[in-house]
């Protein structure tokens, strides 16, 4: 995604505080996706494997599993359902019937803390780069191959990092004690 949002991968966010307040639709749903993100890579930082392993109660939910389902959600509704292209490995050996329910929370421990981040972040990547091609040629009522528009595609996105951001909150407050709402204005947009 280009900075026009004021959000550049790798640096901290531009605040554009009159374009977040007043902007139109698509600000508005690009921002508060990007927003979301980011705390969620907040939560998930510097959190080591055991971190990342870490399951409340009887909840299969851990931190890598929710970087492991979150870049499958990204892959599923940017680049299949959106750009009508394949899922990046490991995702384009996936099938989502049989392996929605536990294939992140099962497989996510095999994973170092390294490489489940750079899943996640290139997943992001990839997400941001079908969506600016998108808004490059339309609006958010374009529809996508499978008859869902933009606007309710973006609405799925921020609704999945609300909710999976409120479980990387108790689950990353159970790891070290960190709490918060959001990221410090230093923390970098993954």
């Not at 909840?59 to 509704?77: I, N, P, R």
Request: glycine letters at 8%.
């Amino acid at each position: 995604m280009s900075n026009s949002f004021g959000f550049t991968s790798g640096q901290p966010p531009e605040w554009d505080l009159e374009r977040f307040l007043r902007g139109d639709e698509i600000d508005a749903a690009v921002i508060t996706l990007e927003r979301n993100r980011r705390t969620f890579a907040w939560k998930c930082a510097g959190v080591d494997a055991d971190g990342l392993r870490l399951r409340l109660g009887p909840s299969s939910v851990t931190l890598g599993g929710l970087l492991k389902h979150l870049a499958w959600v990204e892959e599923l509704y940017f680049q299949d359902r959106l750009a009508g292209r394949q899922s990046m490995a490991p995702f384009d050996q996936l099938d989502a019937e049989r392996d929605w329910d536990d294939w992140a929370w099962r497989t996510a421990a095999d994973d170092t803390p390294d490489a489940l981040r750079a899943l996640w972040v290139e997943s992001v990547r990839r997400s941001r780069a079908a969506l600016d091609d998108a808004l490059t040629s339309g609006g958010l009522e374009q529809t996508t191959a499978d008859g869902m528009n933009l606007r309710r595609l973006m609405v799925d996105l921020v609704e999945e990092y609300a909710r999976h951001t409120g479980h990387a909150d108790l689950l990353r407050e159970q790891v070290d004690g960190a709490t918060g709402e959001g990221p410090p204005p230093d923390f970098p947009v993954p």
